[in-house]
């Protein structure tokens, strides 16, 4: 297993995971976009939760959701690539889709939208 020194409290980094495996090597893969999921489930659940974030806080996590979405993003083609099944592919499909329902989330805590900075 991974290290998870993520970009926000401790989530494993998209980015890492497309860079830590060689091409083509999709061993484990599944496994661990499930552990970023439920990491990034409890993390974000926990810290939405609370009645009063500050905005710098709320910044730094729209910062890491939008790292996360694009690296997301650019292991998609990756996936099919190197041959990942159905299974996987779709488990990083709902995973992106977590992170942009959270961003949105996060957005209406800050009472407007801010633009992605990639």
């Given at each position: 297993?991974?290290?998870?020194?993520?970009?926000?409290?401790?989530?494993?980094?998209?980015?890492?995971?497309?860079?830590?495996?060689?091409?083509?090597?999709?061993?484990?893969?599944?496994?661990?976009?499930?552990?970023?999921?439920?990491?990034?489930?409890?993390?974000?659940?926990?810290?939405?939760?609370?009645?009063?974030?500050?905005?710098?806080?709320?910044?730094?996590?729209?910062?890491?959701?939008?790292?996360?979405i694009e690296a997301g993003q650019d292991l998609q083609p990756q996936l099919v690539h190197c041959g990942a099944s159905e299974e996987t592919q779709a488990e990083l499909a709902d995973l992106i889709a977590y992170f942009q329902a959270v961003r949105r989330t996060v957005e209406g805590r800050l009472g407007a939208p801010v633009a992605r900075r990639l």
């Open positions: 297993m991974m290290e998870t020194n993520g970009p926000l409290l401790g989530v494993m980094n998209l980015r890492q995971l497309a860079t830590f495996r060689p091409e083509g090597c999709c061993v484990g893969l599944l496994d661990d976009l499930r552990r970023i999921h439920n990491a990034a489930r409890q993390l974000f659940h926990g810290v939405l939760g609370q009645r009063f974030i500050d905005p710098a806080t709320l910044e730094k996590m729209l910062w890491s959701l939008d790292r996360q």
